[in-house]
Nanobody, 114 residues
Framework: QVQLVESGGGLVQAVGSLRLSCAAS????????MGWYRQAPGKQRELVAC???????NYADSVKGRFTISRDNAKNTVYLQMNSLKSEDTAVYYC????????WGQGTQVTVSS
């Protein structure tokens, strides 16, 4: 079992920045990759960024150059630094961890005002 707790969401003006955190606990050894997904009202949940145990990263085209995913293995925490935010980044952001099972956090709201 893996438990995920997100924090860091909120309201920010366009072109501003936010940093999301995801603290993981439980069976950390079996986690292969962690990532951030988001879901806007009326839309499907989509991948934002992910990072493997080895540190390889992958980003959605819409956030490349603006968002950075990183992990602190000592703290069992994954971060998503979001810069140059746009109104279309408004969504609930979910942390995700993959073993042979996929685990989700409870989500944190990010609202970008134009």
């Amino acid at each position: 079992q893996v438990q995920l707790v997100e924090s860091g969401g909120g309201l920010v003006q366009a072109v501003g920045s936010l940093r999301l955190s995801c603290a993981a606990s439980g069976s950390m050894f079996f986690i292969n990759a962690m990532g951030w997904y988001r879901q806007a009202p009326g839309k499907q949940r989509e991948l934002v960024a992910c990072i493997t145990r080895c540190g390889d990263t992958n980003y959605a085209d819409s956030v490349k150059g603006r968002f950075t995913i990183s992990r602190d293995n000592a703290k069992n925490t994954v971060y998503l630094q979001m810069n140059s935010l746009k109104s279309e980044d408004t969504a609930v952001y979910y942390c995700n961890a993959k073993t042979r099972t996929t685990y989700w956090g409870q989500g944190t709201q990010v609202t970008v005002s134009s």
